[in-house]
């Protein structure tokens, strides 16, 4: 098994420690067969082996006992070099144990060993191995998230669905939606994947005791907003809110080339005129005071009829009643949390409203600031359901927004924010207009004749228009246009104007009522998961839901968004919803406008018209003859949502 070897077994030098050679251990210690020739084989003076290999242990003791023991060291002691390693093994001779008297009898097997040096340079292998495990350990769990937390003591919160991409210190900012291809996901709930057991999220750097904990816990609490509320109360008498879309649409091809999402993406309500006229008129009987719910109803009659579409008998006049021009109360509105200072009165936006063009044409200007703005509301509206609304929206822009559809829809006239500069005097505004279908299903035929043979202005034939809007956006076929803005055509809702007790605007509160009872309900909903939570001892997701603000987008865990609350969004929808239930007219009519385009009492200006030199939609500059108000989009919003 091991070949042979030409050295004396007395020239041999062991490797054992003392400790490896006690006579204590018989297990692991070779049997000698002659102590003198271990004593003289393991003297410091010998000379020098090292092990190259270790035979297979299985085989050893049948060697030790039938081979010379010179074979037995030819197997595994390599006599080329020198040996380095500390001190001799002591002799086993004068130990007196009764276990040495017997070391004949029996064979053990022999072990493999390492010297003292050795076994130092292992140790602190091993050791500075330890240190750099625990040191990836630590690096990967800060880099996974928490992944392995659980190894070295250390808790991070686990992210849930609504909180994945939320800043608490980033405000939300109304006129912009954050989106990603139209997806728009809201979540309700915790992250399923989170341990049900979570333990509270400690402070980072400071260790808390366990009534510190349970203090900690104690506090999360769910939006206090809403609470003294309730949407049924809100909503008694009045018709359910349709959906948008049914599945009877998804067979309907798009119009566009953006697909069913742009389609479906605009809350129009009721599309059949007659279900369109009695939302209106509950709206107005019943959460307005008497006097007012009584001008509204005659504004309704006027702009809608009773209950057939106005177009049925192409030879009256537009709706039943005697409707009023846009411009017939000659009063400019703007709002301000503050008085305004007087260099900002001397401004070149305010001054242009107040001193310039308008005011040479008659028009009276008027600023109101948050105080004045409550005392309106509760001389006009005491008492009545649309007063609680106002009383408990929960932000400066919500009520900013709110108040200019009120101040258009009981006073008419011109709203326009304080960074908006009057380019062209009031009276320019929608001129020369083309119409809409070349007026094909909407105009009388002594209309049509008036205006296409006799090149009669349209004004002269139709009467002005009573309401006045502008487009802000126009996205054409950008895939990304969710990103950036609420609706892909969208109407601007900084500068607008109307007649008094006109359907838009009426209906743009209809919806903002409707906005707050769906946050209401979503305040009830968000304050018991967070109990039902923490009696579930799932403190993180309870912590995560309870920072969940009522005014994030459903994207982020909200309820409906400041843009489909108030903004934009709502205006928007107002505006097309009517001009679809009596006009026939859909969004994708208003793509690619630039000129003004009559619609029935409606006129719509290009994106020129409110919005020159934004550089995009193909607005032109502030000098173009079509350009009638310029946004600096200072943010004026902003001192408002405070």
Do not use: C
Request: avoid cysteine; charge should be negative.
């Amino acid at each position: 098994m091991f070949s042979d070897s030409s050295s004396s077994s007395s020239k041999v030098n062991s490797r054992r420690s003392s400790s490896e050679q006690s006579t204590t251990s018989t297990a692991f210690s070779p049997i000698i067969s002659n102590s003198q020739t271990f004593k003289k084989s393991h003297s410091r003076n010998s000379s020098t082996s090292k092990s190259t290999s270790i035979p297979k242990l299985s085989n050893l003791s049948h060697s030790i006992i039938g081979h010379d023991h010179n074979d037995i060291e030819k197997g595994y002691i390599d006599n080329s070099h020198e040996h380095d390693y500390g001190p001799s093994t002591p002799s086993l001779e004068n130990v007196n144990n009764p276990l040495h008297n017997s070391i004949n009898k029996h064979i053990p097997i022999p072990h493999p060993h390492l010297g003292l040096r050795r076994r130092r340079l292992l140790s602190q292998f091993l050791i500075i191995f330890g240190v750099l495990t625990l040191l990836g350990w630590y690096i990967l769990n800060e880099r996974e998230d928490g992944l392995i937390s659980s190894v070295i003591g250390k808790t991070k919160p686990i992210k849930t669905s609504w909180r994945d991409d939320i800043d608490d210190d980033e405000p939300i900012l109304p006129g912009i939606v954050i989106g990603s291809n139209g997806q728009v996901t809201s979540s309700n709930s915790g992250s399923s994947d989170s341990d049900s057991t979570t333990k509270p999220v400690e402070e980072e750097g400071k260790v808390l005791s366990h009534a510190e904990k349970m203090a900690e816990l104690s506090r999360i609490k769910g939006p206090e907003w809403g609470l003294n509320l309730s949407s049924e109360k809100l909503l008694a008498g009045l018709r359910k809110w349709p959906d948008k879309f049914s599945k009877d649409n998804e067979e309907e091809e798009a119009l566009s080339s953006l697909g069913h999402f742009a389609d479906y993406i605009y809350d129009l309500g009721p599309l059949d005129l007659n279900n369109y006229i009695d939302q209106l008129k509950e709206f107005s009987s019943i959460v307005f005071p008497k006097t007012i719910s009584e001008n509204l109803l005659n504004g309704i009659k006027t702009y809608l009829g009773n209950s057939s579409p106005w177009l049925t008998n192409k030879d009256q006049s537009l709706g039943l009643g005697e409707k009023e021009n846009w411009d017939s109360n000659k009063k400019i509105w703007q709002t301000d949390k503050y008085t305004l200072s007087q260099n900002k009165l001397q401004s070149k936006e305010i001054k242009s409203w107040k001193d310039g063009n308008a005011q040479n044409e008659g028009w009276d200007w008027d600023l109101l600031t948050d105080i004045d703005a409550d005392k309106y509301v509760n001389k006009k509206l005491s008492g009545s359901r649309f007063k609680v609304i106002w009383d408990n929206l929960p932000s400066g822009i919500l009520r900013s927004d709110t108040l200019r559809y009120l101040l258009i829809l009981l006073e008419g006239g011109i709203y326009s924010d304080t960074d908006t500069t009057l380019l062209k005097s009031p009276s320019e505004w929608g001129k020369n207009p083309k119409l809409f279908h070349d007026g094909i299903g909407w105009l009388s035929d002594s209309q049509s004749e008036r205006i296409k043979k006799n090149n009669e202005d349209v004004d002269d034939v139709l009467g002005k228009p009573s309401i006045i809007v502008g487009l802000e956006a126009d996205v054409g076929d950008r895939e990304d246009w969710f990103d950036w803005w609420p609706r892909p055509i969208q109407i601007v809702q900084w500068t607008i104007t109307a007649a008094p007790f006109h359907p838009i605007a009426l209906n743009a509160l209809l919806r903002i009522h409707h906005a707050t009872a769906k946050a209401v309900e979503w305040s009830h909903s968000v304050n018991h998961s967070i109990k039902v939570l923490k009696d579930q001892g799932r403190y993180e997701d309870a912590k995560a839901l309870s920072k969940v603000d009522v005014l994030n987008e459903p994207k982020n865990g909200g309820p409906v968004g400041v843009m489909a609350w108030t903004g934009p969004g709502i205006w928007t929808d107002a505006v097309l919803s009517y001009l679809r239930v009596k006009y026939g007219l859909v969004w994708t009519d208003l793509k690619d406008l630039r000129e003004p385009l009559r619609v029935g009492d409606v006129v719509v200006l290009p994106v020129t018209g409110f919005s020159p030199g934004v550089g995009n939609f193909g607005a032109q500059m502030s000098s173009h003859h079509q350009a009638m108000v310029e946004h600096a989009f200072a943010g004026s919003w902003k001192e408002d949502s405070k």
